[in-house]
């Protein structure tokens, strides 16, 4: 039997009522609970659960609303959109911010909501030595030597737990650009200036030969269309994370496991792979032929978020194989690849396909399009850290 209610205690639900209202088991309303979505309330006197409404209306909405400090992270962003096909930091195109400004400012764009050139962020010469020095086994991916940097300065710094917004903006500046320094340099090429853009600073560590500034420009844009890309798996597990007052490094942390994943920031690498394997034109059909005999899917198609064509690998890859200065035998492979796929399937390419025939195209180090991946999307987890901590205060 319900307990009665007096007129103080209206907004309270049984939960036999909330599960009514949101359509869902009791078991599922405790699920809730038990995650942090939903609050449980008591009543002197009472041994029932209660709920409020005004939560469960919140529910109903889709905001699935918090109390500050509860622990959950909320479930929308104003940071990005997809609208229309179109991919919006803040309400601007990605794509569009992608020819027009670098990396760093549109990062800062995603922290503050401020269009402005940035200042000069904090160039760090080196990762503490005990990092720099530790040996990794043969065959490791440079997303390794990534994370193990995220530790090395996290331990390194000993104000990481100052949570304001200028503490947290400072740290990403700074880590951001100690990732793009802590990778080792390409063999035969030339450090640029301790100020060059992140980009600059990418190329010297991820391809062989000198630098050519089509080349860095196209690292550059593709680490302005990594940077965010709503909520994400990675991005809500970051999120998870500020939720709880992580600091900025385990934010980070907590991405880059995630987006480690083959079906999310993963799967660069096994169309790097997969190109390499075609090596000239003439085995386009015979490589991918043997890959679906074998059970295999080829990685770098579909983006469910988008109803047509992923805009930032359109983007990227009309950029990438308009270059007449690289490798023309390289661009055809990744050209035959897609008209093959498209010819059979339809299917568009992602970015992550795209990242991929980047790496196979400039020939850079096996791993190198996770390591654009993670960066990029660093700036997009800070971005979701300071929204999530700005929603609590």
Same mark, same amino acid.
């Given at each position: ?161 100052? /949570?304001?917004?200028? &503490? ?5 500046? =700074? !880590? @951001?650009?100690?990732? #793009?320094?802590?990778?080792? +340099? %390409? ?74 994943? /083959?079906?999310?920031? &993963? ?5 790097? =792979? !997969? @190109?390499?394997?075609? #090596?000239?034109?003439?085995? +386009? %059909? ?108």
């Amino acid at each position: 039997m319900t307990e009665a209610r007096d007129g103080t205690d209206a907004e309270l639900l049984t939960v036999d009522e909330v599960a009514d209202l949101l359509g869902v088991q009791r078991r599922t309303v405790y699920a809730y609970v038990s995650r942090g979505q939903l609050a449980r309330n008591q009543r002197p006197g009472s041994r029932q659960s209660w709920f409020r409404r005004s939560d469960i209306e919140a529910m109903v909405r889709g905001d699935r609303a918090q109390q500050p400090g509860r622990g959950a992270p909320r479930e929308r962003t104003e940071l990005t959109s997809i609208v229309d096909g179109r991919l919006l930091y803040r309400g601007r195109d990605a794509v569009d911010l992608a020819g027009e400004v670098g990396f760093e400012q549109v990062a800062e764009w995603l922290w503050t909501g401020v269009d402005a050139a940035p200042a000069p962020w904090r160039q760090i010469a080196s990762v503490p030595d005990d990092v720099a020095g530790f040996a990794l086994p043969p065959g490791h991916l440079p997303l390794d030597r990534l994370k193990l940097t995220v530790s090395g300065l996290s331990a390194a710094d000993p104000l990481r737990f100052d /949570l304001s917004t200028a &503490g947290v903006i400072s740290v990403a500046r =700074s !880590l @951001l650009a100690g990732l #793009a320094r802590c990778l080792p +340099v %390409a063999p035969g090429v030339t450090l640029p200036s301790a100020d060059a853009p992140i980009a600059a600073q990418l190329w010297s560590r991820l391809a062989p030969g000198r630098s050519r500034p089509r080349a860095v420009g196209l690292l550059d844009r593709a680490l302005v269309l990594v940077a965010d890309h709503g909520l994400a798996p990675s991005t809500r597990a970051a999120r998870l994370a500020a939720s709880v007052a992580a600091d900025p490094y385990s934010v980070v942390l907590t991405g880059m496991g995630v987006a480690s994943g /083959l079906r999310h920031g &993963g799967s660069s690498t096994g169309v790097h =792979s !997969l @190109l390499e394997e075609i #090596a000239g034109p003439e085995r +386009v %059909a015979d490589v991918l032929a043997g890959r679906l005999a074998l059970g295999g899917v080829l990685p770098g198609f579909g983006q469910a978020r988008y109803e047509g064509a992923d805009p930032r690998a359109g983007h990227l890859l009309d950029e990438l194989l308009a270059d007449d200065t690289a490798d023309p035998v390289r661009r055809r492979v990744v050209c035959d690849v897609l008209e093959l796929v498209a010819r059979r399937s339809g299917e568009s390419p992602n970015v992550e396909f795209a990242l991929g025939a980047l790496c196979h195209v400039h020939g850079l180090v096996h791993g190198a399009g996770e390591v654009l991946f993670h960066l990029g999307r660093s700036a997009g987890w800070l971005a979701h850290a300071l929204e999530e901590r700005d929603g609590r205060t």
